[in-house]
Protein backbone atom coordinates (compact mmCIF):
# COMPACT_ATOMS: atom_id res chain seq x y z
CA UNK A 1 0.00 0.00 0.00
CA UNK A 2 1.28 3.44 -1.18
CA UNK A 3 -1.02 5.62 0.32
CA UNK A 4 -0.39 8.17 3.62
CA UNK A 5 -0.77 5.98 6.92
CA UNK A 6 -1.08 7.45 9.95
CA UNK A 7 -0.93 5.39 13.31
CA UNK A 8 -2.51 4.87 16.21
CA UNK A 9 -6.14 5.06 14.33
CA UNK A 10 -7.75 5.65 17.67
CA UNK A 11 -6.36 7.12 21.07
CA UNK A 12 -8.21 7.21 23.99
CA UNK A 13 -6.69 9.59 26.70
CA UNK A 14 -6.90 10.78 29.87
CA UNK A 15 -7.05 14.91 30.17
CA UNK A 16 -3.25 16.05 31.18
CA UNK A 17 -1.38 13.38 29.73
CA UNK A 18 0.97 13.43 26.35
CA UNK A 19 -0.21 12.21 23.02
CA UNK A 20 2.33 11.70 19.80
CA UNK A 21 0.63 10.68 16.37
CA UNK A 22 2.73 9.53 13.88
CA UNK A 23 2.55 10.10 9.74
CA UNK A 24 4.14 8.19 6.92
CA UNK A 25 3.51 9.88 3.54
CA UNK A 26 3.83 9.00 0.41
CA UNK A 27 7.45 8.32 -0.33
CA UNK A 28 7.73 10.77 -3.25
CA UNK A 29 5.68 13.76 -1.85
CA UNK A 30 7.79 16.31 -0.75
CA UNK A 31 4.87 18.29 1.54
CA UNK A 32 3.21 16.77 4.48
CA UNK A 33 0.02 18.79 6.49
CA UNK A 34 -1.55 18.56 9.67
CA UNK A 35 -5.02 18.92 9.94
CA UNK A 36 -7.32 18.46 13.23
CA UNK A 37 -11.30 18.02 11.71
CA UNK A 38 -14.02 18.25 14.84
CA UNK A 39 -17.77 17.30 14.43
CA UNK A 40 -19.98 19.09 11.87
CA UNK A 41 -16.61 21.28 10.42
CA UNK A 42 -14.38 20.87 7.71
CA UNK A 43 -10.52 20.10 8.20
CA UNK A 44 -8.80 22.79 9.63
CA UNK A 45 -5.11 23.38 8.64
CA UNK A 46 -2.52 23.29 11.29
CA UNK A 47 1.18 23.00 9.91
CA UNK A 48 2.82 21.94 7.19
CA UNK A 49 6.22 20.90 5.94
CA UNK A 50 8.76 20.79 3.12
CA UNK A 51 10.96 17.79 3.08
CA UNK A 52 12.17 18.55 6.69
CA UNK A 53 11.36 22.08 6.82
CA UNK A 54 8.43 23.65 9.74
CA UNK A 55 7.41 26.18 6.52
CA UNK A 56 3.56 27.30 8.40
CA UNK A 57 1.59 26.99 11.43
CA UNK A 58 -1.62 27.86 11.64
CA UNK A 59 -2.98 30.14 15.18
CA UNK A 60 -4.95 26.98 15.72
CA UNK A 61 -1.45 25.27 16.90
CA UNK A 62 -0.81 26.09 20.52
CA UNK A 63 2.55 26.12 22.50
CA UNK A 64 0.59 22.75 23.41
CA UNK A 65 1.34 21.21 20.35
CA UNK A 66 4.33 20.30 18.36
CA UNK A 67 5.35 18.80 15.15
CA UNK A 68 8.40 17.64 13.69
CA UNK A 69 9.85 15.99 10.45
CA UNK A 70 13.10 14.73 11.20
CA UNK A 71 15.06 13.65 7.43
CA UNK A 72 11.95 14.86 5.50
CA UNK A 73 10.33 11.47 5.79
CA UNK A 74 7.82 10.44 8.41
CA UNK A 75 6.44 13.28 11.14
CA UNK A 76 5.06 12.82 14.34
CA UNK A 77 2.67 15.57 15.86
CA UNK A 78 2.69 16.25 20.11
CA UNK A 79 -0.13 17.14 22.04
CA UNK A 80 1.35 18.10 25.48
CA UNK A 81 -1.18 18.46 28.34
CA UNK A 82 -4.09 17.67 26.41
CA UNK A 83 -7.20 19.11 27.23
CA UNK A 84 -11.10 17.63 26.19
CA UNK A 85 -11.21 20.49 23.31
CA UNK A 86 -8.35 18.25 21.69
CA UNK A 87 -10.76 15.73 20.85
CA UNK A 88 -10.76 15.61 17.17
CA UNK A 89 -9.97 13.71 14.32
CA UNK A 90 -6.16 14.59 13.22
CA UNK A 91 -5.64 14.05 9.42
CA UNK A 92 -2.08 14.19 7.93
CA UNK A 93 -1.38 14.23 4.25
CA UNK A 94 1.25 14.41 1.69
CA UNK A 95 1.78 16.38 -1.64
CA UNK A 96 4.49 16.53 -4.73
CA UNK A 97 3.63 20.20 -4.21
CA UNK A 98 1.02 20.31 -7.26
CA UNK A 99 -2.64 19.19 -7.58
CA UNK A 100 -4.17 17.66 -4.70
CA UNK A 101 -3.23 16.31 -1.52
CA UNK A 102 -3.66 12.58 -0.82
CA UNK A 103 -5.47 12.58 2.45
CA UNK A 104 -4.59 9.55 5.80
CA UNK A 105 -7.38 7.90 7.10
CA UNK A 106 -6.84 9.69 10.52
CA UNK A 107 -6.30 9.37 13.83
CA UNK A 108 -9.08 9.86 16.50
CA UNK A 109 -8.22 11.32 19.83
CA UNK A 110 -10.70 10.95 22.80
CA UNK A 111 -9.94 13.37 25.71
CA UNK A 112 -11.49 11.99 28.72
CA UNK B 1 -15.48 33.67 10.31
CA UNK B 2 -16.01 31.21 8.05
CA UNK B 3 -13.80 31.86 4.26
CA UNK B 4 -15.41 28.66 2.75
CA UNK B 5 -19.14 28.25 2.82
CA UNK B 6 -21.11 25.22 2.33
CA UNK B 7 -25.03 26.28 3.05
CA UNK B 8 -27.00 22.92 2.48
CA UNK B 9 -25.43 20.54 5.44
CA UNK B 10 -27.19 17.60 3.28
CA UNK B 11 -28.72 17.15 -0.38
CA UNK B 12 -30.80 14.14 -1.24
CA UNK B 13 -30.72 13.63 -5.20
CA UNK B 14 -32.49 10.19 -6.52
CA UNK B 15 -29.96 8.22 -8.98
CA UNK B 16 -29.31 8.80 -12.46
CA UNK B 17 -30.00 12.50 -11.99
CA UNK B 18 -27.70 15.01 -11.55
CA UNK B 19 -26.11 16.43 -8.51
CA UNK B 20 -25.25 20.11 -7.80
CA UNK B 21 -23.51 21.11 -4.77
CA UNK B 22 -22.75 25.05 -4.11
CA UNK B 23 -20.23 26.56 -2.25
CA UNK B 24 -19.37 30.41 -1.52
CA UNK B 25 -16.54 31.91 -0.99
CA UNK B 26 -15.33 35.22 1.05
CA UNK B 27 -12.04 35.69 0.59
CA UNK B 28 -10.90 37.38 -2.84
CA UNK B 29 -7.41 35.99 -2.94
CA UNK B 30 -8.46 32.71 -3.29
CA UNK B 31 -7.26 31.79 -6.57
CA UNK B 32 -7.55 27.92 -6.58
CA UNK B 33 -10.51 25.45 -5.65
CA UNK B 34 -10.53 21.66 -4.98
CA UNK B 35 -13.40 19.73 -4.07
CA UNK B 36 -13.04 16.41 -1.95
CA UNK B 37 -15.23 13.79 -0.96
CA UNK B 38 -15.14 12.07 2.48
CA UNK B 39 -16.65 8.29 3.61
CA UNK B 40 -16.70 7.56 7.22
CA UNK B 41 -13.83 6.57 8.97
CA UNK B 42 -11.67 7.15 5.43
CA UNK B 43 -9.92 10.19 5.06
CA UNK B 44 -11.00 12.91 2.36
CA UNK B 45 -10.11 12.06 -1.35
CA UNK B 46 -8.96 14.24 -3.67
CA UNK B 47 -12.11 14.83 -6.55
CA UNK B 48 -11.47 17.65 -9.01
CA UNK B 49 -9.71 21.19 -8.42
CA UNK B 50 -10.32 24.55 -10.88
CA UNK B 51 -7.70 27.60 -10.96
CA UNK B 52 -9.19 30.83 -10.71
CA UNK B 53 -8.04 31.86 -14.64
CA UNK B 54 -10.59 29.00 -15.86
CA UNK B 55 -14.88 28.82 -15.24
CA UNK B 56 -14.90 25.36 -15.57
CA UNK B 57 -13.42 21.88 -15.51
CA UNK B 58 -14.64 18.77 -16.56
CA UNK B 59 -13.65 15.17 -15.03
CA UNK B 60 -15.89 12.50 -16.57
CA UNK B 61 -18.73 12.76 -14.30
CA UNK B 62 -17.62 15.93 -12.26
CA UNK B 63 -17.23 19.17 -13.24
CA UNK B 64 -16.49 21.80 -11.44
CA UNK B 65 -18.36 25.70 -12.39
CA UNK B 66 -16.34 28.90 -11.12
CA UNK B 67 -17.96 32.62 -11.02
CA UNK B 68 -15.53 34.74 -9.48
CA UNK B 69 -17.19 37.24 -9.73
CA UNK B 70 -19.95 36.02 -7.47
CA UNK B 71 -17.52 34.17 -5.51
CA UNK B 72 -19.22 31.14 -6.02
CA UNK B 73 -18.29 27.55 -6.97
CA UNK B 74 -20.58 24.15 -7.92
CA UNK B 75 -20.08 20.99 -8.04
CA UNK B 76 -22.24 18.94 -10.84
CA UNK B 77 -22.17 14.95 -10.84
CA UNK B 78 -23.98 13.39 -13.51
CA UNK B 79 -25.56 11.34 -13.44
CA UNK B 80 -25.06 10.33 -9.78
CA UNK B 81 -24.40 6.90 -8.41
CA UNK B 82 -25.12 5.28 -5.29
CA UNK B 83 -21.30 5.12 -4.48
CA UNK B 84 -21.51 9.22 -4.74
CA UNK B 85 -22.71 9.22 -1.47
CA UNK B 86 -20.68 10.89 0.60
CA UNK B 87 -19.90 13.97 2.79
CA UNK B 88 -18.20 16.36 0.11
CA UNK B 89 -15.72 19.23 0.78
CA UNK B 90 -15.28 22.51 -0.51
CA UNK B 91 -11.62 24.06 -0.16
CA UNK B 92 -9.87 27.03 -1.37
CA UNK B 93 -6.24 28.07 -1.34
CA UNK B 94 -4.47 31.97 -1.89
CA UNK B 95 -0.98 30.28 -2.68
CA UNK B 96 -1.36 29.05 -6.06
CA UNK B 97 -2.05 25.91 -7.29
CA UNK B 98 -3.03 24.93 -3.29
CA UNK B 99 0.59 24.04 -2.45
CA UNK B 100 -0.06 25.48 0.78
CA UNK B 101 -2.30 24.86 3.08
CA UNK B 102 -6.34 24.40 2.48
CA UNK B 103 -9.43 26.63 4.13
CA UNK B 104 -12.28 24.11 4.00
CA UNK B 105 -15.56 24.27 4.12
CA UNK B 106 -18.21 22.43 6.39
CA UNK B 107 -18.86 19.84 3.77
CA UNK B 108 -22.62 18.91 2.30
CA UNK B 109 -23.94 15.10 3.13
CA UNK B 110 -24.95 14.08 -0.56
CA UNK B 111 -27.14 11.30 -0.11
CA UNK B 112 -28.02 9.15 -3.52
CA UNK B 113 -31.77 7.46 -3.31
CA UNK B 114 -32.66 4.36 -5.62
Known amino acids: DTGVSQNPRHKITKRGQNVTFRCDPI?????LYWYRQTLGQGPEFLTYFQNEAQLEKSRLLSDRFSAERPKGSFSTLEIQRTEQGDSAMYLCASSPGTDGYTFGSGTRLTVV | DQQVKQNSPSLSVQEGRISILNCDYT??????FLWYKKYPAEGPTFLIS?????DKNEDGRFTVFLNKSAKHLSLHIVPSQPGDSAVYFCAASDSGGGADGLTFGKGTHLIIQP
Open chain 1, 27 to 31: SEHNR
Open chain 2, 50 to 54: ISSIK
Open chain 2, 27 to 32: NSMFDY
